[in-house]
């Protein structure tokens, strides 16, 4: 009963696995799964124990961690059944509230939410967390340590982690970068210059912002000198409704998040 086990074998649980075992991670590893495909797979990759079993499984966690879908997250629960001895539980499951899952699987577990990005394979990920009430600090530590061996750790208010949830996706960065080279390829670049001339616009200035202890407001400044090339590329990106876009996009990944929540 000491381990870090992974209950879903998917996209994530790999993501994580690969970070995790770039941080040279220490403590023992279990995955559970359906799929034994999936869970061969997982073991000859990372070098990590599985479990077929998921009542094995679920006896060997220190530290539980449930990612699954939303879809499948309550029958999941109801096959565990219940748990007889204090374990820390991490819901990766996006929308499902603490509460549910406290109706799902009750005391002596404890229940966490985390939402890592899938980056944290390369350990440039973020991940926000939020904590169900009473749950003990050592195990806080713990789970807030294994999180930041993959990247930079979040603890927000649960009232925000859907909002959190639509914004920090690294799913937002590559739709940019694929539409602004479309772009810059019917302007006439070949493919590779244009990825290469919208990844260093998108991810070299941000990185530069991150770094560089300069507000961002000055880097706009700086960026679109008044009459300039950018300042006609931004004006005329907000004319066309560049905002509404973010916006509407943000309303449309919360409404989904809910819906799918309400599936549990």
Same mark, same amino acid.
């Given at each position: 009963?000491?381990?870090?086990?992974?209950?879903?074998?998917?996209?994530?649980?790999?993501?994580?696995?690969?970070? +995790?075992?770039?941080?040279?991670?220490?403590?023992?590893?279990?995955?559970?799964?359906?799929?034994?495909?999936?869970?061969?797979?997982?073991?000859?990759?990372?070098?990590?124990?599985?479990?077929?079993?998921?009542?094995? *499984?679920?006896?060997?966690?220190?530290?539980?961690?449930? /990612?699954? $879908?939303?879809?499948?997250?309550?029958?999941?629960?109801?096959?565990?059944?219940?748990?007889? $001895?204090?374990? %820390?539980?991490?819901? +990766?499951?996006?929308?499902?509230?603490? @509460?549910?899952?406290?109706?799902?699987?009750?005391?002596?577990?404890?229940?966490?939410?985390?939402?890592?990005?899938?980056?944290? $394979?390369?350990?440039?990920?973020?991940?926000?967390?939020?904590?169900?009430?009473?749950?003990?600090? /050592?195990?806080?530590?713990?789970?807030?340590?294994?999180?930041?061996?993959?990247?930079?750790?979040?603890?927000?208010?649960?009232?925000?982690?859907?909002?959190?949830?639509?914004?920090?996706?690294?799913?937002?960065?590559?739709? *940019?970068? /694929?539409? +602004?080279?479309?772009?810059?390829?019917?302007?006439?670049?070949?493919?590779?210059?244009?990825?290469?001339?919208?990844?260093? %616009?998108?991810?070299?200035?941000?990185?530069?912002?991150?770094?560089?202890?300069?507000? +961002?407001?000055?880097?706009?400044?700086?960026? @679109?000198?008044?009459?300039?090339?950018?300042?006609?590329?931004?004006?005329?990106?907000?004319?066309?409704?560049?905002?509404?876009?973010?916006?509407?996009?943000?309303?449309?990944?919360?409404? $989904?998040?809910?819906?799918? /929540?309400?599936?549990?």
């Amino acid at each position: 009963m000491n381990a870090t086990v992974f209950l879903g074998a998917g996209r994530i649980t790999s993501a994580l696995l690969a970070g +995790l075992r770039l941080a040279e991670y220490a403590k023992p590893i279990i995955v559970h799964d359906r799929n034994l495909q999936k869970l061969r797979d997982l073991r000859k990759r990372f070098g990590v124990a599985v479990e077929k079993d998921l009542g094995q *499984a679920v006896g060997n966690a220190k530290v539980l961690i449930v /990612a699954v $879908r939303p879809g499948s997250l309550s029958g999941l629960l109801r096959e565990i059944g219940s748990v007889d $001895r204090p374990l %820390a539980a991490v819901s +990766l499951a996006a929308g499902v509230p603490l @509460a549910k899952l406290r109706a799902g699987l009750r005391p002596p577990v404890r229940w966490a939410r985390a939402m890592p990005s899938p980056v944290c $394979r390369n350990r440039r990920g973020l991940t926000a967390l939020a904590f169900d009430r009473d749950f003990p600090a /050592a195990s806080r530590r713990e789970i807030s340590g294994l999180f930041s061996k993959v990247g930079a750790v979040l603890e927000i208010p649960e009232s925000k982690f859907d909002a959190f949830t639509v914004t920090y996706s690294c799913s937002h960065g590559y739709h *940019a970068l /694929a539409v +602004l080279a479309e772009a810059a390829q019917a302007l006439g670049l070949d493919r590779k210059t244009a990825l290469t001339a919208a990844a260093h %616009a998108l991810a070299d200035g941000i990185i530069a912002w991150r770094e560089g202890g300069v507000s +961002l407001d000055d880097l706009l400044h700086e960026a @679109a000198t008044p009459g300039g090339t950018a300042a006609a590329v931004m004006e005329a990106m907000d004319q066309a409704g560049f905002r509404r876009v973010f916006e509407k996009g943000l309303a449309a990944g919360l409404t $989904r998040t809910h819906e799918n /929540a309400k599936r549990t």
